[in-house]
């Protein structure tokens, strides 16, 4: 194998497990160590520069880090990344001077964006302290897209969503709220410089050719739909016994939703196997724990009908079959199922839909009615037009579509400026020893053996009686510092420098979860075989040194390798040394 | 700082015959400085007791005094320890031994431990031929002291102080072979192929096991000029041969080419298979062992491997014939006939 180019940030990036499964890229061990040390505000900060609404990830968040956090792979569970991040919201002191502080001076660009959601939100929050003039676009009277919308308030307090909302409203946004933007032609022939859409997936999936659909109309909703009635206070109640159809996150938030306006005999029911489910496994067990049965493999058939009243639900019970790897749900044969239901929520998934761009407007879609987007610059055909959020490439998440702000932000700033679009700024990044003596290090680098902490929840009685009072009541700082003592720091890195080695093997012989071999080189396939302990997760990386002395070369598994520092510490030479390695994406500007 | 290792190994690593890791053979975190040879000789032995399915408690560590003899804290936590006075080792292990003679007795010493102090012992349990495997770390300097030369540092070697010894080196290998011992081998600290097998084989052989394993003291003595750094012993090491230990269970389906192969039945019936042979050398034969030793010495090479092998010899058990049994588990009914053949030996001298 070649030696390992170190050089390359993306090298070290992508050994913090959790920073690189982030869209955002938020620099995740950094923060955790500021909250086990009480740091909150500096800890939000981070996470603000990053993705802009901690305290709403900190609860909302489909949380990619974690399947990525490298605890899991040594122990049964990852550290509980999401809601530590709300640990650091929750206790933050003043903020506000730590962010940009308006008036900024006018640039003489103008800016558009439709859409109040996380997507807009974000390109706001990077432009605006550039000096370009913003204009926000939302049909509803507050900012926050299907933050507000879709995320119910026992998950996400409207304090907490108002609060960020109004950080970004605040550096000096012209809002347009209750304007819905209804000609794509009509915004561009204004003197914007550019226009941002980020207006998400609006549109619900209905199930509008089964049997019994019209009929029922009156008691069947559409889950998305529903919802923001609900947020906006449109519905307030619902029948005694509820069907929600779909396996989603979407269907979780209707259920829920469902017992605490009137539903007392709420059920999901889901086509797929339990298993997979699309929602979040906490979203079903949350869900499980409010006495909502999950009943899979059931498929609907017709809505039953009599006298004009719904009355419930056929469903077809099907067995999943396993053919060429793929997947059928094949029916059992045995006789339909009727389940009761007062209301039915759909919630089978959700699509795009721009009715208020022209197909003239100089925007391609495809076929399938999406717009043609470049996936790094966010750009659309029109050289002004740029996409982001659920609307530029369908239904994904909030840290996803902040993600994409950042990325529109850039295209856009370049845009103005005149500039290639594809000439991004290369990330930040700085990598520094953390040895502060023979055996001391800037960092904890005592490795627990806690398991992971569990967030209290508040009495079910209390919250099922009230659709706003929030369920979950977060770490407490004592519980937030012991779950941020199990992070491992991956960001702090094993650098190696050959010159300084003299192979004494005191690496080899203190690593607790033997990653370090000195071997002869090899393939990579080859050499993975032949390590002290065989490095079979090819989707980490083998860190290669160049030839030593005897002509061996150290190689180094990153797949469970601890971040103790005992290899640096047991290092006579110094060969070893542990560096901090922070990686940020560079914002526009 | 810190002072503890993780609990946290590998998730995938292997286990033995027995059901136990790796992880189950290791012990304390070492306090010795990093980088030090020992730590390397440590987890040469752990990884040997891993490979030979050793039960923990069939074996006693025992060692005298210096940073060699303190790393038995460092290994095989769950085996029985005791660390003696400086230099008598060699006698709290007769001792053990001749009480239980099926644990396994490994000894811990160091070039000062043995070639100085524990001189006087350790050419008196050669004698003995006693069942135990013998490791000196050899840095050729008293590290504990801060790394004045030992006996056994070479002639011309330079010290970190810069300077050089003017005294001859005890060579503690060709003494032992001298002397008689029935199991001579020579390693290198920073050579785990070889060490292992070498301590697998010492621990299967049927009497005293010597092994001089040459240990830089990364402090004190792995300075320019000296003889005993890690950089002058790998530019000087000459292998005798690479071999390998072939426990009694397995089958051997290693071929080698004819002339080229030579293995060695143990006396527990396990293998010592080596492999290209210097011709003017066999480790069966006293005298050719020898020879290679002082020629070595001439050429100032550091050879290794397994120099001398004598199966034939009794172990002390052996040769003072002591019962089957351990002589611990021996209770009053075995001990003593009673007062009957009391009466009869008395009647007898009457």
Redesign the interface.
Known sequence: MQPTDIKNPEYFHKVVDCQYACPAHTPVPEYIRLISQEKYTEAYMINWESNVFPGVLGRTCDRPCEPACRRG???EEPVAICRLKRVAADNKGEVKPFMPQGPFSFNGKKIALVGGGPASLTVARDLAPLGYEIHLFDEQFKGGGFMRSQIPSFRLPESVLDEEVNYILDLGIHTHFNHFVHSMEELLSQDYDAVFVGTGAPKGRDLPDLPGRNEGAKKIHIGINWLANVAFEHTTNIGKKVIVLGGGNTAMDCCRTSRRLGGEFVKVVVRSPYSEMKASPWEKEDAMHEDIPIVDNHVPIEFVVKDGVLKGLNFEKVTPIFENGKRKLVPTGEPLVFIEADDVLIAIGQENSFPWIERSAGIDFDKWGMPVVDTLTHASSHPKVFFGGDSAWGPKNVITAVAHGHQAAISMDLFCRNLPLTQRPSPFVNLVSQKM?L??WAYE???V?DVRYTVAQADKKITLSNRKTEVELGFTKHEGCKEAERCLNCDIQTVFVEDKC?????C???C????ITFIDNAEEDELRQLLN??A?NTSQDLYVSAPL??KRVMVKDED?C?H???CA?????SAWDMHKFLYEVTKAG | ??F??????????PTNKLGYTLSYYEGA??TL?????H??I??AIIQSAFEMNIEPHKLAKLSGIGCSSKTPAYFLSNSHGFNSVHGRMPSVATGANMANKDLIYLGVSGDGDTASIGMGQFVHVIRRNLKMIYIVMNNGCYGLTKGQDSATADNGSISKSGIVNQFQAIDLCGLAIELGATFVAQSF??D?KQLIPLIKAGMAHNGFAFINVIS?C??FN?NKGSTKS??FV?DHLEATGTFDFVPEMEEITTNYESGEKHAIKLHDGSLLQFNKLDNEWDPLDRFSAMKAVHQAREKNEIITGLLYLNQKAMDLHELVNTCDRPLNTLKKEDLCPGNGVLAVINAGLR
Do not use: Q, W
């Open positions: 792979r040594i122990e003596g055996h001391e680098s005592d490795v053996n003299i192979e004494c093997d005191a080899v012989d203190i607790p979860t033997t990653c302990m065989p079979l002395k005897t469970v601890l103790c520092g005992l510490e047991r290092c006579p030479t | 700082m810190t503890i290792k993780p609990k946290f190994r590998h998730p995938d690593l975190l070492s400085c990093a980088g030090c040879g730590d390397s440590s987890a600290s920073g785990k830089p990364v402090t792995n890690y950089d790998r």
